[in-house]
């Protein structure tokens, strides 16, 4: 293998490529790994040389921090080629921000820009081969950080792993979803973590998911924990809905992700003359305008699926259908949203990002 370093990261390329061995045209989500991997320790109060290797298992000691005290966060992104060969990432500071954000909450240590943005930039010119072209498709990124240091004591670790993976992915999600308003699970509290991308944010929804799954129902619409009222997100993605003309989602908290395809959503709506509205929105209030057919569409958001529709939901025991309609807000704003991703279109808001 040779090792060689380019802007203070150390490289070891693998002696052989996997990359012969994919389908391209036939990728599910996430399940094919690229041939390497973006990896940085934070030790001794300080974060250390980063390095890009062949992508590997992990080897930890079974006193690590991470099985017993779950610190572990996580980002999702994605890189796009375009018909010029060019690679472009989307909002990719957001993701920067808002992963550090999440460390803050969990008592990690904050990464460098520098580090990420330069570590992840270099692993992509390694790996461009990798990124799919076909309709639909990208290279999904996962950078994910967790606790390494030992020891069995209830307390913050004192040592970390950053970690860039990439898989290169199909569509993730295929035809609309039917959905349940959760009634006794909640996703988060008040106070808690709700808002950072947090392993355990998922652990906890895949219990009420199956639930609702058993019941028939493909996802969750989870609502506030105290009343159970207000719906806050739909599975681990942000809710739309549409009443009327109108494009209503949730205010984001300490309970709701500030979710990068959400903001992007509500930014084109409003410069394409779409009227929007954050507010609260009671469960009842989606009964009350699927009875009298003002609801018109509902749709999940977020950087896997862009936008998931929901072609109907089930609350206290009674399912509401959404009319077919031929043309949604839903798929014209994920359209608006990928031809700025796959530089198909101008980018008025200076999101794409050029590697």
Same mark, same amino acid.
């Given at each position: 293998?040779?090792?060689i370093?380019?802007?203070? +990261? ?8 996997k990359?012969?061995d ?5 990728l ?5 790994? *690229?041939?390497h ?6 030790e001794?109060?300080k974060?250390?040389?980063?390095? /890009? ?11 690590s921090?991470i ?7 996580f ?8 018909a ?8 990719p500071l957001?993701?920067f921000?808002?992963m ?13 820009? $520098?580090y990420f943005?330069n ?6 010119k +390694?790996?461009?081969?990798?990124? %799919? ?8 990124i ?13 307390? &913050?670790?004192?040592a ?24 006794k699970?909640s996703?988060?509290?008040?106070g808690g973590v709700?808002?950072?991308? $947090? ?6 929804q895949f219990? &009420?998911?199956?639930?609702a ?7 969750? /619409?989870? *609502? ?6 207000? +719906?806050?997100? $739909? ?11 109108t494009?209503?989602?949730?205010p984001?908290?300490?309970?709701i992700?500030?979710g990068?395809?959400?903001k ?24 009350e ?15 896997a699926?862009?936008?998931?529709? +929901?072609?109907?939901?089930?609350y ?7 009319p ?9 704003l994920?359209?608006?949203i990928?031809? /700025? ?6 980018? %008025?808001?200076?999101?794409r990002?050029?590697?």
């Amino acid at each position: 293998m040779a090792t060689i370093y380019t802007e203070d +990261i150390l490289i070891e390329k693998a002696k052989t490529s996997k990359i012969n061995d994919v389908d391209f045209n036939n990728l599910s989500f996430g399940s094919t790994y *690229t041939d390497h991997m973006f990896v940085c320790d934070y030790e001794n109060g300080k974060w250390q040389t980063p390095k /890009i290797m062949p992508y590997q298992p992990i080897s930890l000691d079974p006193s690590s921090k991470i099985f017993h005290y779950g610190q572990s966060i996580f980002e999702g992104m994605k890189a796009y080629k375009d018909a010029a060969d060019d690679v472009f990432l989307f909002r990719p500071l957001d993701n920067f921000n808002r992963m550090n954000i999440s460390a803050k909450r969990l008592a990690m240590p904050e990464m460098p820009e $520098a580090y990420f943005i330069n570590g992840l930039k270099t692993l992509l010119k +390694i790996e461009k081969d990798w990124i %799919p072209t076909a309709e639909g498709s990208a290279l999904y990124i996962r950078p994910f950080m967790f606790a390494t240091g030992k020891g069995f004591h209830a307390s &913050p670790a004192d040592a970390y792993k950053l970690v860039i993976a990439f898989a290169p992915s199909g569509p993730y999600f295929s035809g609309k979803v039917n959905v349940l308003i959760e009634e006794k699970y909640s996703r988060s509290a008040n106070g808690g973590v709700g808002f950072a991308k $947090a392993g355990g944010n998922y652990a906890g929804q895949f219990y &009420p998911t199956q639930l609702a799954k058993d019941k028939g129902y493909q996802q969750v /619409i989870w *609502t506030d924990d105290n009343t159970h009222e207000y +719906i806050e997100e $739909a599975g681990a993605m942000n809710i739309f809905v549409r009443i009327n003309d109108t494009l209503l989602t949730v205010p984001t908290s300490d309970r709701i992700l500030d979710g990068i395809t959400r903001k992007s959503i509500l930014t084109i709506a409003e410069a394409e003359g779409i009227k929007t509205e954050v507010r609260k929105i009671k469960a009842t209030e989606l009964v009350e305008a699927a009875e009298n057919g003002s609801l018109k569409e509902m749709f999940g958001a977020g950087t896997a699926a862009v936008v998931s529709p +929901i072609s109907g939901f089930g609350y206290k025991g009674k399912d509401f259908e959404l009319p077919a309609l031929e043309n949604t807000f839903g798929q014209f704003l994920k359209k608006k949203i990928t031809d /700025i991703q796959t530089n198909k279109s101008e980018d %008025p808001f200076g999101w794409r990002v050029k590697v």
